[in-house]
């Protein structure tokens, strides 16, 4: 293991500085399952250090003891050179550790102010707190670009706001060191390079910044050291200048990936699925979605990008059958298809429309239930799966369970274990393999790969491009734009309940996409 | 209707309305906090039974046993209905903050509780069927006059409106009323009820500000359980029962919650909701029965109204009342 020492990025010209934040030895462990073991790290002042991993490395409970929120079972954590014993929140705060969550903690009916105060009031009445938030707010949007209406409730701000307040609690804490974990998963590529700026601007001033991220690509682009964990251990830190995306993957998954989706140019056939005019209003009068029409073609895969919220979702729910459209028509090889609420997902799987939900668990998958019985759902009335007297065939469920398990290589293989008890990436795999095993003509997939690790992503993506290579239509719905351009053959991109635009994926690149997602047409504009 | 009777029937109503508002005002800072309170009956119920109890043997001569007190039993009486509400209060808070039970099924067994130690104990130390003897004099809370209000009763409509309404209630209604402001302000102006407000919407944000999510809960169960106290020390000391009876606070406790959920949790709506409940009872109690001319609306139905008005709330026809979002929900940190 290589360990950083030098005081990388650091302006100052005297003596060596201790590092901003040095591990020592690390473990923790909850119950049987070793989380973090023995992690030595150090991260340099004044750098943006990148922790990468895949989902369950560790990161997040490695940054959570740096945080307070759990206590190693040993080892030392040394902050600027002190060794400081972080037994809660509290103390975290006191030695100058600020956390952006992943889930932000902000207390939604509260306005920007009363957040940023909370847990660091002068006293305990709280106008002359809210005063002196006030200014210091003011001078911390002059600074680093980080404006926000101090007086806005931050359940009305978007998602890319309510982040700029989680920095803005910390930064009033006079935190020196920030953790951000996660940050640009809900975030547009817009709000995602203002970020970026805002973290370039810390660090010119000083500050110390842990970025944790999956993103590969956002770690090569803003980071100056990275370590990498697998499986709670800390297996490598190399200088960002010196590695590559590719290289970091491989550490890892501890194997050799490809990021790179391989796939032959497609071979289109007739078109299978019609959308015509779609309209759908919410009981709340929203429009979700204003006279959407496209078509799906044989062979192909039609991704569809947009950030979360623009009318995608709407789309595959009512394709899908769970919800109901409010005017325009859907056909499948010319016979319309009923959109109504009337309709069902059960409808839609007999004409040969098979769903990847875009929320596992609130849609894929009966969490507290087995994988068999998840494996057949909504298949379960299948000729094969029908039993003497009506009942349920078990063991052919069983048996068609063992196999997918064993195609689709989800782990563990026990098909007794519950679905809440898998990892993101084989609670997906089950999903997956349930829809495409039954063969659909059309498979609509909704956010693939969410919350998925980089080998079962890997994984994902070729099950995907081989049904499309056996002449099936795959509407694909990704917030992903890497994914979208990586697995697409044609993209269109929604904004606000309409399609913005349509590119080929060739054509464009993630800027241009990106402006579309943002309801700006490049081309119109130039 | 004469303008006395006016009169006569809101201050009925601001009195049946008191223990309502207290309670009221207990499930405001326990749900605010994240902690579901259905047991306030039960708390208001035992602190009822425990202001009686102690309020009669407090003015019991020495020779029979009690403490021969001749001034501020009453008082004695509230310390005892605040402290046995506390001690509930704490069961609940345990069950539910510190071992994360289910805060329902921890208000339900309190209630029960409630229900029958009150009667069990009350029959075992006085033996009159689960009621504690008559109070009379200093044992229980006399009418206050406030002052000029016999000077200025009749200067027009505003001398009736002083004297008949706002003077001549017991300590407790007046006390009753104060705490609506200085909840609001408790709430709205302070460290305290910034942080009590948070945990209650989202515990994590308190946690990772650096405080305490247990003690922050435990101090609004805490104030739960001295407001229940008082609302169930009015009903023995303060109302014409002069005692505790059995299952004397007849479900207050569960309009009192609906007269939150009307509010949606804010203090002077509160206020106003409680009153309203107040009112309903106040002219259920007036008129036993209105003739309409066309037909008789029957006095069953006037006495329901309070209950009727409470199943419309609940139903949801009055807006939308949007809970504290982590209300209900034990604290865990996840991993």
Redesign the interface.
Known sequence: MTVETQTQGQPSTTAPVAPAIELIGVSKS?GPVQANKDIDMTVAKGAIHGIVGENGAGKS?LMSIL????KADAGEIKINGVTTEIT??????ASGIG?V?Q?F??????TVL??V?????D?????P?LAKARKVLENLAHEYELDVDPDAIVGDLSVGFQQRVEIL?ALYREADILILDEPTGVLTPAEADHLFRILENLKSQGKTIVLITHKLREIMAVTDTVSVMRRGKMTATVKTSETSASELADLMVGRHVTLEVEKNPPNVGETILEVKNLCKTDGQGVKKLKDVSLQLKAGEILGVAGVAGNGQSDLLEIISGISAATSGEVSMRGESIDLTDKASAAMRRERGIGHVPEDRHALGLVLPFQTWENSVFGYHNNTEFSGKYGLANQKAMMEDTKKKIEKYDIRPTNPHLLASNYSGGNQQKIVIAREIENNPDVLLVGQPTRGVDIGAIEFIHKQIVELRDQGKAVLLVSVELEEILALSDRIIVMFDGVIQGERMPKDTNEQELGMLMAGIDPEASS | MEFSTIIQILDSAVRLSTPLLLACLAGLYSERSGIFDIGLEGKMLAGAFAAGAMSAYAGMPVTEGGLGMTWGMAWMGVLAAVAVSIVLAMIHGFASITLRGNQLISGVAINFFAAGSTVLIGQHWFRSGGQTPPLSGAQRFGPINLPFADAVKDVPFLGPIYEGLISGHNILVYIAIATVPLTSWLL????????L??VG??P????????SVVRQRYAAVLIAGILCGLAGAYLSLGTSAAGFVKDMSAGKGFIALAALIFAKWRPRAALGACLLFGLLEAIGNRYQSIDLGAFVVPVQFMQALPYILTVVILAGFIGKAIPP?AGGEPYV?E?
């Open positions: 909850f409970t945080y307070g929120f759990y809660d929140s509290h103390v975290a705060i956390m969550h889930h903690m902000l207390v939604k009916p509260f009363e957040n105060i909370m847990g660091a009031e006293g305990p009445l709280l106008r707190s609690k | 709205f102006r302070t460290r305290f009820g910034l942080r407000r948070a919407e989202n994590g944000a308190v946690d990772t500000a650096g405080i979002a940190k991993r």
